[in-house]
């Protein structure tokens, strides 16, 4: 049997088409509540899955999975507060472009490219999934250690205005996610004795703290009569076709990145929204319009947030390894249906697997279209004061960062990194470059010592693959990029006058 014989009665059922619509409406809802996102919506979800069959239950987690990661991009667009983690480095051109008075066209930029992110992501998942699942299977520690710091170096070289300090917050990053259990040890590492952080920091409390937080101190310090959006006709999710084609390249760019991002476990949205909108800086012909509202930063992240979606289902449903978070929660709904996702299922089910691929394609339709209606009402509850908005904001943030683990250590976490993350913000760190090397912190210490370990204590391991080698070869043309770029920017006069100097 192949996707070409699937029976589609099958598929298109009242049940499954409804949990489709449901699980999209409320995976907006969590994307755009900071704090919530793709993961938390998802398990929050997990038990409705008993009661139902196993095509409706994985169709519904994976429309959460997939509204979610466009829905973290309206709250970072409308109060520069990232719904989800992936949803950061939308917030650096689409809140400017809100704050220019146009955040119906950034959220037009923004559900556009989520969109044919998700149809890019289905269609690489349909075609690609065993071949490029196979590639994965074979990368190694040295691969997935080079890979953290591949993601570490594309962050690092966003920072126009101070590298040392993007440099100063990656490696404060790093330190905060070596705090807690040594995993191959078992050892605790600067916990001071706490039972709480023997798992370390919590990352959803951190990020609400660090985002939402942080957005809330700064806030206060604004005027609180304030309104982010003004006019409620500028909230409409609409854009021409010559704005389109202004995003197209990057769209289909990031998308590529995105869907093969997620394919690769331990990447995920936020590294491949970074590479992406990294790439798109690289490419552009103005890139100084970056961080001022550029379009193509919007379309470029959103894109690869929701391509890596179907990236990240290829070694889910063909190895039974989850590609990120999300998918290791949807990885429980199939167990809670005694299906064991990996080689076998295409065999054992095949109508199952081919069901969820076309399925999966429906649920980028009913995002883009459920989105186009519903993103300007939950936009147009941020269009009230700050007076009014600010202790919403509050609450929802603390009950995010609460819901995590049900532990009020984690809302102390959230207020503490709030305010670390003010004073950062106001010296010009960069919280991105934070986040990132902290999520990446334990795959890259973890890689780097079992890769020592194989090859016992030699770093011939990192230069003797040849996967590694190529990685090693991105890393350097990245960094050779930002070097020659930062000389040509110095060796340009800065007054005509300089010209005539002798």
Same mark, same amino acid.
């Given at each position: 049997?192949?996707?070409?014989?699937?029976?589609? !009665?099958?598929?298109?059922? $009242?049940?499954? &088409?409804?949990?489709?619509?449901?699980?999209?409406?409320?995976?907006?809802?969590? =994307?755009?509540?900071?704090?919530?996102?793709?993961?938390?919506?998802?398990?929050? %979800?997990?038990?409705?899955?008993?009661?139902?069959?196993?095509?409706?239950?994985?169709?519904?987690?994976?429309? *959460?999975?997939?509204?979610?990661?466009?829905?973290?991009?309206?709250?970072?667009?409308? &109060?520069?507060?990232?719904?989800?983690?992936?949803?950061?480095?939308?917030?650096?051109? @689409?809140?400017?472009?809100?704050?220019?008075?146009?955040?119906?066209?950034?959220?037009?930029?923004?559900?556009?490219? +989520?969109?044919? =992110?998700?149809?890019?992501?289905?269609?690489?998942?349909?075609?690609?999934?065993?071949?490029?699942?196979?590639?994965?299977?074979?990368?190694?520690?040295?691969?997935?250690?080079?890979?953290?710091?591949?993601?570490?170096?594309?962050?690092?070289?966003? +920072?126009?205005?101070?590298?040392?300090?993007?440099?100063? !917050?990656?490696?404060? @990053?790093?330190?905060?996610?070596?705090? =807690?259990?040594?995993?191959?040890?078992?050892?605790?590492?600067?916990?001071?004795? !706490?039972?709480?952080?023997?798992? @370390?920091?919590?990352?959803?409390?951190?990020?609400?703290?660090?985002?939402?937080?942080?957005?809330?101190?700064?806030?206060?310090?604004?005027?609180?009569?304030?309104?982010?959006?003004?006019?409620?006709?500028?909230?409409?999710?609409?854009?021409?076709?010559?704005?389109?084609?202004?995003?197209?390249?990057?769209?289909?760019?990031?998308?590529?990145?995105?869907?093969?991002?997620?394919?690769?476990?331990?990447?995920?949205?936020?590294?491949?929204?970074?590479?992406?909108?990294?790439?798109?800086?690289?490419?552009?012909?103005?890139?100084?319009?970056?961080?001022?509202?550029?379009?193509?930063?919007?379309?470029?992240?959103?894109?690869?947030?929701?391509?890596? *979606?179907?990236?990240?289902?290829?070694?889910?449903?063909?190895?039974?390894?989850?590609?990120?978070?999300?998918?290791?929660?949807?990885?429980?709904? $199939?167990?809670?249906?005694?299906?064991?996702?990996?080689?076998?299922?295409?065999?054992?089910?095949?109508?199952?697997?081919?069901?969820? $691929?076309?399925?999966?394609?429906?649920?980028?339709?009913?995002?883009?279209?459920?989105?186009?209606?519903?993103?300007?009402?939950?936009?147009?509850? %941020?269009?009230?004061?700050?007076? *009014?908005?600010?202790?919403?904001?509050?609450?929802?943030?603390?009950?995010?960062?609460?819901?995590?683990? =049900?532990?009020?250590?984690?809302?102390?976490?959230?207020?503490?990194?709030?305010? *670390?993350?003010?004073?950062?913000?106001?010296?010009?760190?960069?919280?991105?470059?934070?986040?990132?090397?902290?999520? %990446?912190?334990?795959?890259?210490?973890?890689?780097?010592?079992?890769?020592?370990?194989?090859?016992?204590?030699?770093?011939?391991? $990192?230069?003797?693959?040849?996967? +590694?080698?190529?990685?090693?070869?991105?890393?350097?043309?990245?960094?050779?990029?930002?070097?020659?770029?930062?000389?040509?920017?110095?060796?340009?006069?800065?007054?005509?006058?300089?010209?005539?100097?002798?």
């Amino acid at each position: 049997m192949d996707i070409i014989t699937l029976d589609l !009665s099958m598929l298109f059922t $009242f049940e499954n &088409l409804l949990f489709i619509i449901f699980g999209t409406l409320f995976g907006l809802l969590a =994307g755009a509540l900071p704090g919530l996102g793709a993961t938390i919506s998802i398990a929050l %979800l997990l038990p409705l899955t008993y009661s139902m069959s196993p095509i409706a239950a994985i169709l519904m987690l994976v429309a *959460v999975y997939q509204a979610a990661e466009y829905g973290g991009s309206i709250s970072s667009i409308i &109060l520069g507060v990232p719904g989800t983690p992936a949803a950061v480095a939308t917030a650096i051109d @689409g809140n400017a472009l809100s704050k220019k008075g146009f955040p119906g066209k950034a959220l037009g930029y923004s559900i556009t490219a +989520s969109f044919i =992110g998700g149809l890019i992501g289905s269609i690489i998942l349909m075609l690609l999934a065993l071949p490029l699942s196979k590639l994965t299977i074979q990368f190694g520690a040295s691969e997935f250690f080079l890979l953290g710091i591949l993601g570490l170096v594309c962050v690092v070289s966003l +920072s126009s205005k101070d590298i040392p300090k993007s440099i100063i !917050s990656v490696l404060l @990053g790093l330190i905060i996610g070596m705090i =807690g259990m040594d995993v191959l040890t078992g050892a605790t590492r600067f916990t001071a004795g !706490s039972m709480y952080l023997m798992e @370390g920091f919590p990352l959803i409390p951190l990020l609400v703290g660090m985002f939402a937080i942080s957005e809330i101190l700064m806030m206060l310090t604004d005027e609180l009569q304030k309104r982010y959006v003004n006019d409620t006709k500028n909230i409409k999710t609409k854009i021409t076709w010559q704005e389109f084609k202004g995003i197209r390249n990057n769209t289909a760019k990031g998308s590529i990145i995105g869907a093969l991002a997620g394919v690769i476990p331990g990447l995920g949205a936020g590294p491949a929204s970074w590479i992406a909108y990294t790439e798109a800086k690289r490419t552009s012909k103005n890139p100084e319009n970056f961080g001022k509202g550029e379009p193509n930063g919007i379309a470029a992240p959103e894109s690869a947030n929701n391509a890596v *979606v179907g990236g990240a289902l290829v070694p889910l449903l063909t190895l039974g390894i989850p590609g990120s978070p999300a998918t290791a929660v949807i990885l429980g709904a $199939f167990l809670i249906h005694g299906i064991q996702p990996g080689p076998r299922v295409f065999n054992e089910d095949p109508n199952l697997i081919y069901s969820i $691929f076309i399925g999966f394609m429906i649920t980028a339709f009913v995002m883009y279209i459920l989105g186009k209606y519903t993103t300007s009402l939950f936009a147009r509850v %941020l269009t009230i004061p700050n007076y *009014v908005l600010l202790p919403i904001i509050t609450m929802v943030a603390l009950i995010g960062a609460y819901v995590a683990r =049900g532990s009020i250590f984690d809302v102390w976490v959230a207020i503490g990194a709030g305010i *670390v993350a003010f004073f950062m913000r106001n010296l010009d760190y960069s919280l991105p470059a934070f986040i990132l090397a902290f999520v %990446l912190s334990p795959l890259i210490e973890e890689s780097l010592r079992r890769a020592l370990l194989l090859s016992d204590g030699s770093f011939s391991i $990192f230069f003797t693959r040849g996967y +590694s080698i190529v990685i090693i070869i991105l890393i350097v043309a990245l960094i050779g990029s930002k070097i020659l770029g930062t000389l040509k920017k110095k060796n340009v006069p800065k007054d005509p006058e300089d010209m005539n100097v002798t």
